[in-house]
């Protein structure tokens, strides 16, 4: 039987973290509404993966958020390759002189590969939440707090919502960080890595054709000089993600917006120095494709709370993809807070700044920490980490030791001792911050 609440939480941004974090709530029976500013919930990009450390987090969330995600992953294909996470192979030399493609090495876990898609994952988990406690086209403009403590958003619409407490999932432009950090604060923007990426999907009888099952059907990596090419199939085989990555020296051209539009022949003179596999891939994209900007949270953001107010997910700890950790951070953050609301000492909007304390004392370096590691590894594979460059041995034993942070963890072990810091907490008296 579920304790009962008296204080309600406002969720703002729908996408993975938001989501998960509201299933995670309702399940636990924390009153709570979610505020997306889209029309319905969304996602923005293609293929995402998960570590095991992210379905543990499913599974402490609620059993439905990892039974929509098995429902949605690809696998790799090959029986054998099953918990290969990627074979990473040498651009250049991705084809040998007898005509079989090479390896430089293989990194695996528990798990292996798993492509998403990350609006089908959204597609499946919004059917764990009831629809009357969602609020659509509710773009955040600011928060204040009333004379009787209860923090007062308002939204572009002229719209005017209340709660005991704001958790911000609303990505890497966060409107809720900005509130916390202010506005002039070096980490209430995104930074620009200075790489940037090409995405396309191609049908997987035509990466087959291209390139041979056993590399177009499983996942790999195409490490080159200041860019590299990752794949794997989505969509349950039937088709192959691909997204090309080039580090650049020059400014991203409009901060306001993460994408432009490119052009296939723009990618192909950009990886022209490829080997012949790679070239064979890139030319099956679409003639017109987006290309993003990498942006992440590289100046870190010095507090995740603030009074009763709190982020979570990207707006917290936005990183670069090169980990493939990011979306499974999102849902650790979820299982921590849900875990941590849901203790039985916490009853009142007392208590949540105490909750919101040690939520950040318990993940803030580790998410950190992903979003320099994550920077590191993409230099790795780009042959253009300091002290590592292009050995190969270096590199495995980079992503492997790194690989192992993120997933050797045990989730419910790290939410049990952040609720042990919770009572610890709760047992002292907490001044609370006004806005």
Same mark, same amino acid.
């Given at each position: 039987?579920?304790? +009962?609440?008296?204080?309600? /939480?406002?969720?703002?941004?729908?996408?993975?973290?938001?989501?998960? *974090?509201?299933?995670?709530?309702?399940?636990?029976?924390?009153?709570?509404?979610?505020?997306? !500013?889209?029309?319905?919930?969304?996602? /923005?990009?293609?293929?995402?993966?998960?570590?095991?450390?992210?379905?543990?987090?499913?599974?402490?969330?609620?059993?439905?958020?990892?039974?929509?995600?098995?429902?949605?992953?690809?696998?790799? +294909?090959?029986?054998?390759?099953?918990?290969?996470?990627?074979? =990473?192979?040498?651009? =250049?030399?991705?084809?040998?002189?007898?005509?079989?493609?090479?390896?430089?090495?293989?990194?695996?876990?528990?798990?292996? !590969?798993?492509?998403?898609?990350?609006?089908?994952?959204?597609?499946?988990?919004?059917?764990?939440?009831?629809?009357?406690?969602?609020?659509?086209?509710?773009?955040?403009?600011?928060?204040?707090?009333?004379?009787?403590?209860? *923090?007062?958003?308002?939204?572009?619409?002229?719209?005017?919502?209340?709660?005991?407490?704001?958790?911000?999932?609303?990505?890497?432009?966060?409107?809720?960080?900005?509130?916390?950090?202010?506005?002039?604060?070096?980490?209430?923007?995104? +930074?620009?890595?200075?790489?940037?990426? =090409?995405?396309?999907?191609?049908?997987?009888?035509?990466?087959?054709?291209?390139?041979?099952?056993?590399?177009? !059907?499983?996942?790999?990596?195409?490490?080159?000089?200041?860019?590299?090419?990752?794949?794997?199939?989505?969509?349950?085989?039937?088709?192959?993600?691909?997204?090309?990555?080039?580090?650049?020296?020059?400014?991203?051209?409009?901060?306001?917006?993460?994408?432009?539009?490119?052009?296939?022949?723009?990618?192909?003179?950009?990886?022209?120095?490829?080997?012949?596999?790679? /070239?064979?891939?890139?030319?099956?994209?679409?003639?017109?494709?987006?290309?993003?900007?990498?942006?992440?949270?590289?100046?870190?953001?010095?507090?995740? =709370?603030?009074?009763?107010?709190?982020?979570?997910?990207?707006?917290?700890?936005?990183?670069?993809?090169?980990?493939?950790?990011?979306?499974?951070?999102?849902?650790?953050?979820?299982?921590?807070?849900?875990? *941590?609301?849901?203790?039985?000492?916490?009853?009142?909007?007392?208590?949540?700044?105490?909750?919101?304390?040690?939520?950040?004392?318990?993940?803030?370096?580790?998410?950190?920490?992903?979003?320099?590691?994550?920077?590191?590894?993409?230099?790795?594979?780009?042959?253009?980490?300091?002290?590592?460059?292009?050995?190969?041995?270096?590199?495995?034993?980079?992503?492997?030791?790194?690989?192992?942070?993120?997933?050797?963890?045990?989730?419910?072990?790290?939410?049990?001792?952040?609720?042990?810091? *919770?009572?610890?907490?709760?047992?002292?008296?907490?001044?609370?911050?006004?806005?």
């Amino acid at each position: 039987m579920s304790l +009962v609440k008296d204080f309600d /939480i406002a969720i703002v941004g729908g996408g993975i973290a938001g989501l998960t *974090l509201a299933i995670a709530l309702n399940s636990r029976s924390i009153p709570f509404t979610i505020y997306e !500013q889209a029309s319905s919930f969304a996602e /923005i990009g293609a293929g995402v993966s998960f570590s095991p450390n992210a379905v543990q987090a499913m599974k402490v969330c609620h059993e439905g958020i990892y039974e929509a995600f098995e429902k949605v992953c690809t696998r790799n +294909v090959s029986p054998s390759k099953q918990k290969v996470w990627f074979d =990473y192979v040498d651009a =250049y030399k991705d084809v040998t002189s007898n005509g079989t493609l090479d390896t430089a090495f293989t990194v695996s876990n528990s798990l292996g !590969q798993n492509g998403v898609h990350r609006a089908q994952f959204l597609d499946e988990a919004v059917k764990l939440i009831p629809k009357h406690l969602a609020r659509f086209g509710k773009r955040l403009q600011n928060i204040t707090e009333d004379r009787n403590g209860r *923090l007062v958003m308002r939204f572009d619409d002229g719209t005017v919502a209340e709660a005991d407490a704001i958790i911000g999932c609303d990505g890497i432009k966060s409107r809720v960080r900005q509130a916390i950090v202010g506005a002039d604060h070096p980490s209430a923007k995104p +930074v620009y890595t200075r790489k940037y990426a =090409y995405r396309g999907l191609i049908p997987m009888e035509d990466a087959c054709a291209a390139v041979g099952e056993e590399r177009a !059907q499983n996942a790999c990596m195409y490490m080159g000089h200041d860019k590299h090419v990752l794949t794997f199939p989505v969509n349950h085989g039937k088709t192959l993600n691909l997204v090309a990555f080039r580090t650049t020296s020059e400014d991203w051209p409009d901060s306001q917006r993460l994408t432009r539009p490119g052009q296939r022949e723009e990618l192909l003179h950009d990886f022209e120095d490829f080997g012949p596999a790679a /070239i064979k891939l890139l030319k099956l994209v679409n003639p017109k494709l987006d290309v993003w900007a990498i942006f992440d949270l590289g100046h870190p953001v010095p507090t995740f =709370y603030k009074g009763r107010i709190c982020i979570s997910g990207d707006a917290a700890h936005a990183t670069s993809p090169h980990h493939g950790a990011g979306a499974g951070f999102c849902i650790e953050d979820s299982a921590m807070l849900a875990e *941590l609301l849901a203790d039985e000492q916490v009853k009142t909007q007392h208590d949540l700044e105490a909750v919101f304390a040690t939520y950040d004392a318990e993940r803030r370096a580790r998410a950190q920490w992903l979003v320099e590691s994550s920077r590191w590894v993409g230099d790795c594979y780009e042959l253009r980490a300091e002290g590592v460059g292009n050995d190969f041995t270096k590199i495995g034993d980079q992503i492997i030791e790194r690989n192992g942070i993120i997933a050797d963890v045990n989730i419910e072990e790290m939410c049990a001792k952040a609720k042990d810091e *919770l009572r610890r907490r709760l047992s002292k008296p907490l001044g609370g911050e006004k806005l």
